[in-house]
């Protein structure tokens, strides 16, 4: 530990020499990591080695969609406290939403300390504090923590909380107890930008964060370079508002259009394209690229998206949109306006373009994406496929982070579509990284907004009439949200697949249109150097692997957790409760190795000591490389008492889900400079009981397979 915090103060010091940004010397880039996440926003397009994101919540274990995926518990060690999240370190807890106030107090717990967050209804749940807040408020302020008189439904709270050790978040009711969570995992030895301070509830935010997220919907970009141009989007004419020269960075992008044509560009379509590649790497609808589904203000509000990286403000006669999302190019940029169908007369408009000097690698970052799909209707039974990265631009291989999305969900004022849950795969995952709640909960909102719009710096409800009958046009009937990733974005080394359910079990027809925002390089970032395959003798034999007490392989028939296809595999599975040793094969020049590790998780709390010695060495030499934990299990308990105040009324679910995976990252002075290693587990009993006075269930360390993933640096060049 002491390794990881001398690296990431050193890093703290060039990067406070050098302004806050990387030089081009420096690979890997390193990582903005607490609050740095926000004021170093110019950084977004950076690739995050040595980092995982994940999205943990209380979603109905069986594929369902009991209570709106509310409170599911990994386990429960007293009435009040009722687990929701249970993660090893080091890490960072970035974000945490709730339905309204419903759980609290909640109990954040960061290695071993407990924090009791509250909410002003908290003492009255029954009825509610019309301005609640959370408690304390100091140290969870807007804009970074909103409560449900803001947001028309949730509770969120973006203030990150660094972790050592171990984090655990925690109800301390269980009526309604819905809730996702976003943290993020380091490996030992990765380049962060500082050492975040520890967290307490005493500490109030950096001002200059709160002040510059304060400022979403102004222009916080740079002065950098403009150019400006006026021009008339014709009928049937692709328009070019800019062509640049690279290297450069753009910092922001504005259109003014007339507010009595707005409505008929909203499908307009925004292109740009890096670098004189093939096919443009943004190909959105206006409005939805700016964060609505249409350029339609029902209220007459100033502002239609008030949004960190993206605004829709009204002015007068005038409609702007701005973008400030960071896009660096290398050798060229070219930014079109495509008409949209049916368009009956030109139409006036200005367009601003600010970019500053990019002087860093092309491997350090990637280039900014808008990916649009129209999904229809959609298939039942399968989620929407948001993005899926692989053959993107001709290209097998994208390493870069997923940062958000911009999405319209019904035509028709029809709001029970939202229960859907979002589902993200990274890097050739089965399993999902990231299990949402639902549609609304991940725009930022609970209980469908109650119909009502609103937006915020990182989620929001722009568009849609509360009820069919409230519309005032058709236009109205279109409801749109969107979410944007900053600290709690989700980098990815080979390729990203994001999903979203559609209805409570893709039972819903509405037509879906989307827009994925993310960054990425056409080349690997995460290489899968070597795989064990357990209960294959030749793979045994081949990887050294040896388990003196563990079962006689066992064929094991399941489901996967966390995905919708209903379908079963077989696989071999050994169960020990002594140690574990193989061999991976892994890269000398990796900047960090992920070991994946494919489960049983019928087995609860599976927990045990890494250690690693140099695969190449005559006798090994152990190191100690941390614990892995997997807590809970395919068993849970759902608590859903009629009352806010009434205790806890447990019913144990068993989901029949048990094929999982899991990933651990070990510590880079473990792997660098090797090109094989030694892994050695030994389980270590957790012994704790689903619920109080409940017996402890049987366990075991369970191996299905295990895979080494080096970080490297992406093999691109611009110039091809």
């Known amino acids: 530990m002491e390794r990881r915090i001398a690296i990431a103060a050193a890093l703290s010091c060039m990067l406070a020499a050098a302004g806050g940004r990387a ?33 943990d919540s209380t979603f109905d274990r069986e594929g369902g969609n009991r209570t709106a995926d509310a409170s599911h518990f990994l386990y429960g060690e007293r009435p009040d406290f009722n687990v929701a999240l249970d993660v090893p370190g080091p890490g960072i807890l970035y974000f945490v939403r709730t339905n309204h106030w419903h759980g609290s107090p909640w109990h954040y717990e960061v290695d071993g300390t407990d924090h ?24 969870l302020p807007p804009p970074l923590a909103w409560s449900w008189p803001t947001t028309r439904g949730a509770d969120l709270n973006w203030v990150p909380v660094p972790f050592e050790r171990s984090l655990r978040l925690a109800y301390g009711r269980t009526h309604y107890g819905t809730g996702y969570f ?36 102004t222009d916080i970009a740079p002065p950098g370079t403009a150019v400006s141009e006026r021009a008339a989007l014709d009928p049937g004419k692709p328009l070019t508002l800019f062509r ?19 409505l008929e560009l909203s499908d307009a379509r925004l292109r740009i394209t890096w670098d004189g590649r093939a096919e443009p790497s943004v190909d959105a609808p206006l409005a939805l690229f700016f964060g609505a589904g249409l350029l339609y203000n029902r209220d007459d509000s100033e502002y239609l998206v008030k949004a960190f990286p993206s605004a829709i403000r009204y002015d007068g006669d005038r409609v702007h949109l701005d973008c400030y999302f960071p896009m660096p190019f290398f050798r060229g ?3 079109e306006l495509v008409p949209p169908a049916g368009l009956a007369a030109p139409v006036e408009l200005a367009a601003e373009l600010r970019h500053e000097p990019f002087r860093d690698r092309p491997s350090a970052v990637g280039y900014f994406h808008a990916t649009y799909r129209d999904h229809g209707g959609g298939e039942p039974g399968r989620d929407h496929v948001l993005l899926d990265t692989r053959g993107i631009e001709g290209s097998r291989d994208w ?38 709640t639902g549609t609304e909960e991940w725009g930022g909102g609970g209980d469908y907004w109650g119909g009502r719009t609103m937006t915020l710096p990182f989620a929001g409800h722009p568009t849609g009439a509360p009820t069919p009958a409230e519309a005032k046009a058709p236009a109205d009937l279109v409801h749109s949200a969107y979410r944007f990733l900053l600290a709690d974005l989700f980098p990815f080394g080979r390729n990203a697949r994001i999903q979203l359910e559609h209805g409570g079990t893709n039972d ?40 003196p007490d563990a079962s006689a392989p066992r064929a094991l028939t399941s489901r996967r957790r966390g995905v919708p296809d209903p379908g079963q595999e077989t696989r071999t599975v050994r169960y020990t409760k002594g140690t574990s040793e193989f061999t991976l094969g892994i890269l000398p020049d990796n900047h960090g190795v992920m070991l994946r590790r494919t489960l049983d ?26 614990t892995w934990h997997l807590a809970g299990s395919d068993t849970v308990y759902h608590s859903f008492p009629p009352g806010e105040l009434d205790p806890p009324a447990p019913v144990v679910v068993t989901a029949g889900r048990r094929l999982a995976e899991d990933e651990f990252l070990l510590p880079l002075h473990l792997t660098r400079g090797r090109s094989s290693i030694r892994v050695r587990v030994a389980y270590e009993p957790v012994g704790r009981p689903l619920l109080p006075g409940m017996p402890v269930p049987e366990s075991a360390w369970s191996e299905i397979g295990y895979e080494a993933w080096c970080w490297v640096e992406p093999a691109f060049d611009p110039g091809r």
């Not at 420096?26 to 903005?32: A, I």
Request: hydrophobic fraction near 35%; glycine fraction near 8%.
């Open 182 to 217: 976003i943290h993020h995992r380091f490996a030992e030895g990765t380049a962060l930008s500082s050492r975040p301070p520890p967290f307490d509830l005493r500490t109030r935010p950096d001002p200059s964060v709160l002040d510059l997220i304060g400022r979403s919907g």
């Open 508 to 547: 819903m027809a509405e037509r879906y249109r989307t827009v994925t925002y993310w960054y990425g390089l056409p080349a690997a970032s995460l290489a899968r150097t070597d795989a064990l395959e357990i209960g294959d003798p030749a793979s045994e034999r081949d990887h050294g692997y040896r388990s």
């Open 23 to 55: 030089t081009a010397a420096e690979w890997p880039p390193p990582v903005p990591a607490g609050l740095d996440a926000y004021t170093l926003w110019d950084r977004w397009p950076y690739q995050r080695i040595g980092v995982r994101a994940y999205m």
């Open 244 to 262: 640049l020269d690279g290297p450069a960075m753009v910092r922001a992008l504005k259109l003014t259009v007339p507010r009595d044509r707005a």
């Open 601 to 626: 998780y019928g087995m609860p709390d599976q927990r045990a000591a890494v250690f690693v010695a140099d695969g190449a060495a005559a006798e090994p030499v152990w190191e100690p490389a941390g």
């Open 333 to 335: 940029a070219v930014v």
């Open 116 to 139: 009791v967050v509250r909410e002003t209804s908290t003492d009255g749940p029954e009825s509610p504090t019309p301005g609640s807040t959370f408690q304390p408020v100091e140290a």
């Open 399 to 436: 390493s870069g982070s997923f940062v958000g999305t911009s999405f319209t969900f019904t035509d028709r004022a029809e709001l029970r579509t939202l229960e859907g849950d979002p589902r993200f795969f990274f890097d050739d995952a089965k399993n999902p990284q990231g299990h949402g």
